[in-house]
């Protein structure tokens, strides 16, 4: 808006609800350790108990395939370089859980995710700087948020990377990551082009709930 001769910039609202630095979840407490506010980027700890990451990665390992690219016509491409899987909606009473916890985390009912994707990175393996919505076509239900959840720690490299933003969020074994891409000012939006750093020595699993603008969900 526009006062006399002085411009002033109008704050975007986030989709994320929380006060002070702890959020509270229906069965745990989550520190945020870092943020950014425009684009909202938060660092957070305690997301997933060390249990709970590796039952994710026994579910999930012998279930891995080459992961795709692409919105409705998913392809192999050297810029995803990964293995991944989906889990099915409620899957487990695990899966459940974690889908039901993500849902407060992330202030978006279950009804708005994207199967819980699972993603395992060897040494040299990378995901190339992309953004998380959809930039082509006229997406109705685009999405809107991400939350990715480190289940291992990573010896080197594997860094979640902000290449707009000059940051790195380390993997983390429980700990994640969170941002947000709804906002009317698309130079917002696009600061949160990011990849994932090639593994350099370890191995690198992950988690990921897309969120989207509207129910995605069949039941």
Same mark, same amino acid.
């Given at each position: 808006?526009?006062?006399?001769?002085?411009?002033?910039?109008?704050? +975007?609202?986030? #989709?994320?609800?929380?006060?002070?630095?702890?959020?509270?979840? =229906?069965?745990? +407490?989550? %520190?945020?350790?870092?943020?950014?506010? +425009?684009?909202?980027?938060?660092?957070?700890?305690?997301?997933?108990?060390?249990? +709970?990451?590796?039952?994710?990665?026994?579910?999930?390992?012998?279930?891995?395939?080459?992961?795709?690219?692409?919105?409705?016509?998913?392809?192999?491409?050297?810029?995803?370089?990964?293995?991944?899987?989906?889990?099915? !909606?409620?899957?487990? !009473?695990? #899966?459940?859980?974690? !889908?039901?916890?993500? =849902?407060?985390?992330?202030?978006?009912?279950?009804? %708005?995710?994207?199967?819980?994707?699972?993603?395992?990175?060897?040494?040299?393996?990378?995901?190339?700087? %992309?953004?998380?919505?959809?930039?082509?076509?006229?997406?109705?239900?685009?999405?809107?948020?991400?939350?990715i959840m480190y289940l291992s720690d990573v010896e080197e490299g594997g860094e979640t990377?902000?290449?707009?933003?000059?940051?790195?969020?380390?993997?983390?074994?429980?700990?994640?990551?969170?941002?947000?891409?709804?906002?009317?000012?698309?130079?917002?939006?696009?600061?949160?082009?990011h990849a994932g750093n090639p593994v350099v020595i370890g191995a690198k699993w992950v988690?990921?709930?897309?969120?989207?603008?509207?129910?995605?969900?069949?039941?």
């Amino acid at each position: 808006m526009r006062v006399g001769d002085e411009t002033m910039t109008v704050k +975007e609202q986030t #989709i994320f609800n929380s006060c002070g630095n702890v959020i509270k979840t =229906s069965d745990k +407490e989550i %520190h945020i350790i870092g943020r950014i506010d +425009e684009p909202l980027i938060l660092i957070l700890e305690n997301v997933l108990s060390h249990e +709970e990451c590796d039952v994710l990665i026994d579910l999930a390992k012998n279930r891995l395939q080459r992961a795709k690219i692409g919105g409705k016509s998913h392809v192999e491409s050297d810029i995803r370089t990964s293995s991944s899987m989906f889990f099915e !909606e409620n899957e487990n !009473e695990c #899966i459940k859980k974690v !889908e039901t916890r993500v =849902s407060e985390l992330m202030n978006i009912p279950v009804s %708005h995710a994207e199967p819980l994707q699972i993603l395992h990175y060897k040494p040299g393996e990378q995901y190339h700087p %992309h953004f998380d919505y959809f930039t082509s076509g006229n997406v109705v239900n685009n999405r809107i948020s991400t939350l990715i959840m480190y289940l291992s720690d990573v010896e080197e490299g594997g860094e979640t990377y902000f290449p707009s933003l000059r940051l790195a969020v380390t993997p983390k074994k429980g700990s994640a990551v969170y941002f947000e891409y709804f906002y009317n000012d698309y130079r917002l939006n696009e600061l949160t082009l990011h990849a994932g750093n090639p593994v350099v020595i370890g191995a690198k699993w992950v988690a990921t709930q897309w969120m989207r603008r509207q129910s995605h969900r069949i039941t």
